[in-house]
């Protein structure tokens, strides 16, 4: 267990819907990244959040959003799901917003759209 | 943030040392050398990382060149368990972001 929690493990869900997934950070620690994984895409970074506000954002779709709320957890919403956005969403969290800290991931989210 | 470059795929046999290289030859010096690994579909794991000095915890080792150039990711003794996907990042510590190339697929034989 690395301290990262991630619901729901699965998601399966039909296009047009939208869906949100969870994410609890370590104890402690205040950024909280969210990450893509496809088959062809690889690992992609979609945003990262600080104490509760947007830091950086990545390739993250206009359908897609994300915050970071008052206790630290994270929500990364999906909307208008197209076949397309299946993969696994990691999140990952540390100490700092940067510098010379390693990340903690979660065990991810499998979406599938079908 | 650099561009680092791996091979695809490399085998070791279990109980050997296995030495992953990463080719960095566009790094500055601000910036960090980090590895991870991802075991089939679990998240990737943090393992190491460093600036100049070699680096040692209780997974692995990192050689840096004194030119920083490259480095090499060593596990001592491999075990099955660490067959896995190994990422090489290079990142300012100023960067927030996490940029994953392809990586190397260590497979450990028995």
């Known amino acids: 267990d690395s301290g990262v929690t991630q619901t729901p493990k699965h998601l399966i869900t039909a296009t047009g819907q939208r869906v949100t997934l969870r994410c609890s950070p370590r104890?402690?620690?205040?950024?909280v990244y969210w990450y893509q994984q496809s088959l062809d895409q690889g690992l992609q970074f979609l945003i990262h959040?600080?104490?509760?506000?947007?830091?950086a954002k990545g390739n993250i779709l206009e359908r897609f959003s994300a915050q970071q709320f008052p206790d630290l957890h994270s929500e990364l919403n999906l909307s208008s799901l197209e076949l397309g956005d299946s993969a696994l969403y990691f999140c990952?969290?540390?100490?700092?917003?940067?510098?010379?800290?390693?990340?903690?991931f979660g065990s991810g989210t499998r979406l599938t759209v079908v | 943030d650099a561009k680092t470059t791996q091979p695809t795929s490399m085998d070791c046999a279990e109980g050997r040392a296995a030495n992953l290289p990463c080719n960095h030859s566009?790094?500055?010096?601000?910036?960090?050398v980090y590895w991870y690994r991802q075991i089939h579909s679990q998240g990737p794991q943090y393992i190491i990382h460093?600036?100049?000095n070699n680096e040692t915890n209780e997974m692995a080792s990192l050689i840096i060149t004194e030119d920083r150039k490259s480095s090499t990711l060593i596990l001592p003794h491999a075990t099955l368990r660490d067959t896995a996907v190994y990422y090489c990042?290079?990142?300012?510590?100023?960067?927030?972001?996490?940029?994953f190339g392809k990586g190397t697929l260590l497979t450990v034989n028995p």
């Open positions: 990952a969290s540390s100490v700092g917003s940067g510098g010379n800290y390693g990340y903690t």
């Open positions: 104890s402690g620690d205040l950024s």
């Open positions: 959040y600080y104490n509760g506000e947007e830091r």
């Open positions: 566009t790094i500055s010096g601000n910036e960090y």
């Open positions: 460093g600036l100049k």
């Open positions: 990042i290079v990142r300012m510590g100023s960067n927030y972001k996490l940029t």
